[in-house]
């Protein structure tokens, strides 16, 4: 089955400086990868996703970027804030978003003041 | 616009005792699907339902769990007989259809003593 590995574990960054967040995925047949944002003692809340047509998305601050061939996709935050401090999870998907989902282990994501 | 509604938020079983935990998907969507997090890790998926149906439970534990999405009503996970090891938050998802964004509900915080 498809097996999601994500890097770092943690992550520490001066407020205002990037953060970038990378996942590697297994099977080539997945076609959805989302970013999703979890704070503390929350579900997670989608930020940014990207279809497997599309090499790159990007949405105000946040960026994704894919790569098929290498099957690796990453996350980029630019001008990071304090409230961007939160765990992040990217995910792949054979569908269209649809049907399950499998998540990588997750970042922890910090920004200092 | 009311977005998924997991209720209780916090449940504690002692062990051998039921465990009910419910899901109102948003207004709309037909598609519910249930996941776990163990504590420092990812979200592993258990089981997707339609109404009135199962389409994938391919990560759902052989014995001891069900989980329905009636005509009416929420969604239900049953897990019988709990043991210390399903002490996890249990989330709930939504979408609209094939092909949609999922929504995450707050979660199900399980304590089995």
């Known amino acids: 089955g498809e097996n999601v590995e994500q890097h770092p574990s943690t992550l520490s960054v001066q407020e205002g400086d990037s953060a970038v967040i990378k996942c590697t995925y297994s099977?080539?047949?997945?076609?959805?990868f989302p970013w999703y944002k979890q704070e503390l003692g929350k579900g997670p809340q989608l930020i940014i996703d990207?279809?497997?047509?599309?090499g790159e998305k990007k949405d105000q601050r946040i960026a994704v970027t894919l790569n098929k061939t290498a099957k690796h996709f990453s996350l980029h935050i630019t001008e990071t804030q304090p409230e961007d401090s939160a765990v992040y999870f990217c995910?792949?998907?054979?569908?269209?978003?649809?049907?399950?989902?499998?998540f990588g282990q997750g970042t922890r994501l910090t920004i200092n003041p | 616009n009311a977005g998924v509604m997991q209720n209780p938020r916090h449940l504690v079983r002692r062990r051998g005792q039921e465990a009910r935990l419910r899901c109102s998907p948003v207004?709309?969507?037909?598609?519910v699907y249930w996941y776990r997090q163990l504590p420092e890790e990812g979200l592993k998926f258990m089981v997707y339902?339609?109404?009135?149906?199962?389409?994938?439970e391919s990560g759902m534990p052989k014995e001891r769990f069900s989980a329905e999405f009636p005509k009416e009503g929420p969604s239900i996970l049953r897990i019988q007989q709990v043991v210390r090891g399903d002490s996890a938050a249990y989330f709930c998802?939504?979408?609209?259809?094939?092909?949609?964004?999922?929504?995450f509900g707050p979660g199900t915080r399980l304590t089995v003593l």
């Open positions: 998802a939504s979408s609209a259809g094939t092909g949609g964004e999922q929504f």
């Open positions: 099977d080539s047949a997945s076609n959805y």
């Open positions: 990207i279809r497997s047509n599309v």
């Open positions: 995910a792949a998907s054979k569908y269209q978003g649809a049907q399950k989902l499998v």
């Open positions: 207004k709309g969507h037909s598609h």
């Open positions: 339902l339609q109404k009135e149906n199962i389409i994938d």
